[in-house]
């Protein structure tokens, strides 16, 4: 047990700053806060993290992560209202949960259409998703894909591939967000705010 | 084993947005990264962080981290000669081993002088560097303490109390940093520079 603490503090600064917003100074510095606090903080994060990373898994159904076959929204039968809205990836789904407006299921696509990257539909979930509508007695599908060219190209495919399933497909409205200022648009938001625009 | 993954996974975001640089947003940002690597790099993270919290201690000596009694560079006889290295934290005694200029020992004090904070001389250590200088025949203290107030002032008290022990005490030399540009430097540094000019 004599190894160099050295090395595995250098390994520790390696692994964290391979994580997003972090660099190798950063890291260092994160480091150092932790291994003042290593009795407290440091061994709270490391048991969270290895269990975390050990009883994870991909809900079967919807792709959200769960600790079970099915995920928390899955297995509640309060949420199967008829709604199955598709998100791009999991921080999609925590976005539109954190909007409380939605109370139906999800489907993770876990990306977007891409013949550069080949990824295709069945890598996508696509195929799971058109066997969820006839079982779960689906009457609507809610495209909450980004507003890129990835995301409204996916969504295209999903639309189409609905088509004929007698399922609503609706997308998420475009406008100016809550609390936006004009001034600050691009101007395809406010062609599209104008375009869209309601009765108040 | 049915707990919703949401509060365990909520709960790693809460721990890790108490690291510095990191916010609550980062850190959701950081624990889906580390979902979707789940097998590979979190489980890596959260070994790495369990060995370091549970091996690391403070050297009986001069307080750098190690996994024994001694710390690697105290263990070390090449490093005995005579001169030990007075610095503020952990992160001063790794950005003066980066330097590779000094092959002395350390002395971490843990922080400074504060009669505000109620920090005392033995809080930071400083009879215990006393009692290094006669078993480790030490002929010079070099005080790499911050240019703060508060660094300066404990490098003041330990020169006071160094007075009348024999030993060499010696601060950093103050100049113009290596690459520096003198229009973005402060008046402080450049009039420092000026008076310790050196015949080139």
Redesign the interface.
Known sequence: ??????D??E??TG??S?????GPR?A????????RR??T????????????????RECRQCGN????EL??ICANPARANGQICVVE???DL?AVERGRAFRGRYHVLGGTLSALDAVGPEDLGIPRLLDRIGPESVSEVILALNATVEGQTTAHYIADALHDSGVTVTGLAQGVPIGGELDYLDDGTISAALNARKRV
């Open positions: 047990m004599s190894a160099d603490p050295a595995r503090i390994e520790l692994l964290l391979r994580l997003p917003g972090l950063s260092r510095r994160v480091v150092l806060y932790l291994i290593r009795g903080l440091m061994a709270q994060i490391a048991r969270s993290m290895e269990q975390v990373a050990r009883d994870t992560v769960s600790m079970d995920c928390a990836d999991l921080a925590w």
